[in-house]
């Protein structure tokens, strides 16, 4: 629609076409408004039911919520309107009626359950909150991917099949790919990896992740968007230097460019940038703090995963983001180098949200003998994964990395309860429509 002006931009004095959906209708007897809505926001369009064509009055008022319709009409001011201005229409033509039974309720007056929103995504996302959640998602895409070229890394684009998984284990979804066993990648660990062994050096990524884990709780996703980083010639506080920067710039970009979507989300008043750098606390310090919280029913001891509700609890307590550094070896994956002076401790670090887990990371051995010696420890056969060692035998710069998984960043972002709310189509166990 070439001649489309979106109501945002309709200015009093002018003759204007716009077009979007039917928000709500307003009979007052006399006269009636239909309030429409595009993606800029609502204007108001005014039928006085004496002084206009019948036909005109009969098809604004027959209008169903959620119809799309274009209408050309004068704009004046009116103060009493929601938005200073209304239309008088000339004509209205309904591009698309809707049915009269909504599912749900894009206004958002009336809620639904969250299967039900998700069941109507496109009919929920009508809504000012879901809105401005993929709004600020494609703010956060948009920031971190300036941040990564600022710190001198080509994005990447690696393969989502591949003939054996990252981390070996149950969670790998199988395909059949002529003929043959593949599978859905977990993680593009070992791909970027290979490629910050080229001359690019520095590379980041942005795409999908697929696990088939268990867990079917309100922060586990079965397809999962991860948001990658590796670099050659950095170590594990490298790393952790550029983790920093990125989920700040992700915050900075929101706040400088998002204020009425977090307002839309009521959170525009506490929300705030992380300041850097953020603290570091290693797994022995940890567990410590934890055990010193006195949330646990048994003490941890060194090895120990770290429950939930210890995360928690230490999360409350730092109320900040903050690192967990020096891991046990025996509890990181085969490719996480060791501390050359102490074997039993790995250079792997998580990023926490005082709420949960955001990023896993650390340097990687670059050493092909001790690669090799990794993944016989974790019971893993090397030819499987000769296509990844290989490149090891022909100079492999010491180099370390991460992952951020996007949407827990929105979910501790913009305070929501359930990481579905942040994925426009979400895959869990029980979901695979739409």
Not at 220 to 242: K, Q, R, V, Y
Request: charged fraction near 30%.
């Amino acid at each position: 629609m070439d001649d489309r002006t979106y109501t945002a931009d309709a200015a009093p004095g002018g003759t204007v076409t716009v077009a979007g959906w039917v928000h709500e209708i307003r009979d007052l007897g006399g006269i009636a408004f239909v309030i429409l809505r595009d993606t800029t926001g609502r204007i108001q369009v005014k039928f006085e039911k004496e002084e206009m064509d019948d036909d005109l009055v009969e098809t604004g008022l027959g209008l169903s919520r959620e119809s799309v319709v274009s209408v050309t009409g004068d704009v004046e001011e009116e103060p009493r309107a929601p938005t200073g201005v209304e239309i008088t229409p000339e004509s209205v033509e309904v591009l698309s009626a809707a049915d009269t039974e909504l599912p749900l309720d894009p206004t958002g007056k009336v809620d639904a359950e969250l299967p039900t929103r998700l069941d109507n995504r496109t009919l929920d996302l009508r809504r000012e909150a879901g809105q401005a959640i993929f709004s600020i998602r494609g703010e956060i895409l948009r920031a971190v991917r300036e941040a990564f070229r600022e710190a001198n890394a080509t994005e990447i684009n690696t393969s989502k099949i591949v003939a054996t998984g990252t981390e070996g284990g149950t969670e790998l979804f199988p395909i059949t790919y002529f003929g043959r066993e593949a599978f859905m990648n977990q993680s593009p660990q070992l791909f970027k990896q290979l490629a910050a062994g080229s001359n690019l050096e520095r590379v980041f990524e942005t795409g999908p992740i697929f696990r088939a884990e268990e867990h079917n709780t309100p922060r586990h996703l079965n397809e999962a968007t991860s948001i990658d980083f590796e670099g050659a010639f950095c170590d594990d506080d490298d790393a952790m230097e550029i983790c920093e920067s990125i989920v700040v710039a992700a915050y900075e970009g929101v706040a400088e460019n998002c204020a009425d979507e977090l307002e839309a989300l009521g959170i525009d008043e506490e929300f705030t940038v992380p300041e850097r750098p953020f603290p570091r606390l290693s797994y022995e310090e940890t567990i410590e703090r934890i055990n010193a919280l006195g949330v646990l029913d048994d003490q941890l001891v060194w090895g120990d995963d770290l429950p939930t509700e210890g995360e928690t609890a230490l999360g409350a307590d730092v109320g900040r983001h903050y690192f967990i550094t020096d891991w046990p070896a025996e509890v990181k994956p085969f490719y996480i180098m060791d501390h050359d002076d102490d074997e039993a401790l790995s250079t792997g670090f998580d990023l926490m949200h005082p709420r949960m887990e955001l990023v896993s990371g650390g340097q990687r051995e670059h050493r092909y003998e001790k690669l090799i010696e990794g993944l016989e420890a974790q019971g893993l056969d090397p030819e499987a994964f000769e296509y990844y060692t290989r490149a090891f035998r022909y100079g492999m710069p010491p180099h370390a990395g991460w992952a951020i998984g996007g949407e827990r960043l929105i979910m501790t972002m913009l305070e929501l309860d359930n990481i579905r709310e942040a994925v426009l189509f979400p895959r869990d166990r029980q979901r695979l429509s739409p």
